[in-house]
């Protein structure tokens, strides 16, 4: 089982909407990182939350992360054709010597 | 500034062959490196990761190794590779264990 579970794993909309990716675990996270990843390409950080109900907003996309520190979400408004991508969170659970563990990811597509 | 490469970028091999990927970090100094592989897009599965040279890190048993020689350079290895061995390959480095990640190119490996 994964233990950071993203929602929705694939999403297609029209350019101009609104969307929410979802980050989900049942483990409390010392801090949460979301990641972009273009095709071809490795991924680049966009944001890392750090405290329980942070909101961090980067132009367009606002990050969240949850109250009790075990989810977040990442909303784009008025989404354009580049923001199409691959959408990934991440995190180490809060105690734990684990390395950083990668949610399945939800890609992105904004049509024109 | 920092950079991350890695190589080839592109990589056909029949089943049984050996392997060997290379990724080098240049303008850091013991930086943790790791190397990944993603199956189409999807979350990045953590395959070794290390601190310090010559300390390997292993995530996940697998038919693949890593060492790291030298302070700035990780190496991803097989002896004999599988068609399950299919996949891009992603290296990356950060300057602490809770920081940043930094991606190379990602290498695209293909088990025939």
């Known amino acids: 089982t994964q233990l950071l579970e993203q929602s929705p794993q694939f999403l297609s909309i029209q350019e101009g909407e609104n969307l929410t990716v979802y980050c989900n675990s049942s483990s409390v996270f010392s801090s949460l990182q979301w990641y972009r990843q273009e095709p071809g390409e490795g991924p680049v950080l966009l944001v890392t939350?750090?405290?329980?109900?942070e909101v961090k907003k980067l132009k367009r996309l606002t990050f969240q992360f949850g109250d009790a520190r075990k989810d977040s979400s990442l909303h784009i408004t008025a989404a354009q054709p580049g923001d199409t991508g691959l959408y990934l969170c991440a995190g180490r659970p809060s105690g734990s010597a684990r390395q950083l563990t990668f949610g399945s990811g939800t890609q992105l597509t904004v049509l024109p | 500034s920092q950079t991350i490469h890695q190589w080839p970028a592109t990589l056909v091999q029949p089943v049984g062959s050996p392997l060997s990927l290379e990724c080098t970090v240049e303008g850091t100094s013991n930086p943790n490196l790791y190397w990944y592989r993603q199956a189409a897009g999807r979350g990045l599965q953590l395959l070794f990761y290390?601190?310090?040279?010559?300390?390997i890190s292993s995530e996940v048993p697998q038919n693949l190794s890593a060492s790291r020689p030298q302070d700035r350079q990780f190496i991803l290895s097989s002896k004999k590779l599988l068609l399950s061995d299919s996949g891009f390959y992603l290296c990356a480095w950060s300057a602490h264990r809770d920081g940043e990640l930094f991606f190379g190119e990602g290498s695209r490996l293909t088990v025939l």
């Open positions: 290390s601190v310090g040279i010559g300390q």
């Open positions: 939350v750090v405290t329980g109900g």
